[in-house]
């Protein structure tokens, strides 16, 4: 393969993405990168306001790009915002499920035990991550499984592969986007058609709104000793920015990776490699 075939499998000129939580700061970050090499991106949240950064970059960039309110938790909201996707953009080439999260209520902690956990937290937790991953699947996958071709990218954690403290219910529903990412690579490619792909990415730690309160002191932004054990045992010795993502990213949603499907992609500055010795 030369240089110019190369290019070609990295040319998203005109391809619509989907990308769920896409105002988020990951989420973000890939919606900017992905409009930015010419892409059509519908980012579906509930939340329509982009940070100011990242609407920056969007209109300078030269791809197309819409916002479209979306629960991924509730099917009637994402059969909506894919109608006006699909009305807008066409067919569409890939979902991101970027949609996830913590919550306090959901954490265990010096002020919350772990039998005080809050039911309707650690359901919400469960919902956002789990269950919207899942939905969002169904519906968008339904149009990839009409049209014979699609790539769907959902974003696990490092918490799938070793459980975290404190959050129990977020390191669970991660395992499970990583297991339902393996089981939905197999049944499209038996049920439906091989050039349907599911893969994840599993970042590791990254500074976001979620987390933030784990990791550093909201007085002064110094590590917490939470957030220096992480940095002792991250081989990189620093958090993920959220531009780290984008490699993986792209070599996922690009033909170059036709060949892989059920994959979960560590990105974690060698976090899950190091065995703290």
Not at 60 to 87: E, I, P, W
Not at 147 to 170: C, D, E, H, K, Q
Not at 208 to 229: H, K, V
Not at 258 to 267: E, L, N, R
Request: aromatic letters at 10%; proline letters at 4%; glycine letters at 10%.
């Amino acid at each position: 393969m030369n240089l110019e075939e190369i290019r070609e499998k990295y040319d998203f000129t005109g391809k619509t993405i989907v990308i769920t939580g896409g105002s988020g700061i990951l989420g973000g970050e890939m919606a900017c990168a992905l409009v930015g090499v010419g892409a059509n991106v519908a980012v579906i949240d509930r939340n329509t306001e982009l940070q100011a950064d990242v609407k920056r970059k969007i209109e300078t960039a030269c791809g197309k790009f819409m916002m479209v309110y979306g629960n991924v938790t509730q099917h009637d909201s994402l059969n909506q915002a894919a109608r006006v996707v699909q009305k807008e953009f066409g067919q569409i080439y890939a979902l991101i499920n970027a949609a996830g999260g913590n919550q306090p209520g959901a954490t265990t902690g010096p002020e919350r035990s772990f039998f005080e956990l809050d039911l309707d937290s650690l359901r919400n937790v469960f919902d956002l991550n789990l269950l919207g991953t899942i939905a969002a699947c169904q519906v968008f996958g339904k149009y990839m499984a009409e049209a014979g071709s699609g790539n769907i990218l959902n974003i696990s954690s490092m918490s799938a592969f070793r459980p975290l403290t404190r959050v129990p219910a977020y390191s669970a529903a991660k395992a499970a986007v990583s297991n339902f990412t393996q089981w939905l690579a197999v049944h499209f490619a038996e049920e439906y058609n091989q050039n349907i792909r599911v893969n994840a990415l599993a970042p590791g730690f990254f500074l976001t709104e979620q987390n933030r309160f784990l990791l550093t002191n909201a007085e002064d932004g110094e590590l917490t000793p939470r957030g220096q054990s992480i940095i002792n045992h991250t081989p990189v010795k620093r958090f993920g920015n959220p531009e780290d993502l984008l490699g993986a990213m792209f070599w996922l949603l690009s033909p170059l990776s036709d060949f892989v499907t059920g994959a979960v992609i560590p990105v974690d500055g060698g976090f899950a490699a190091f065995g703290g010795v």
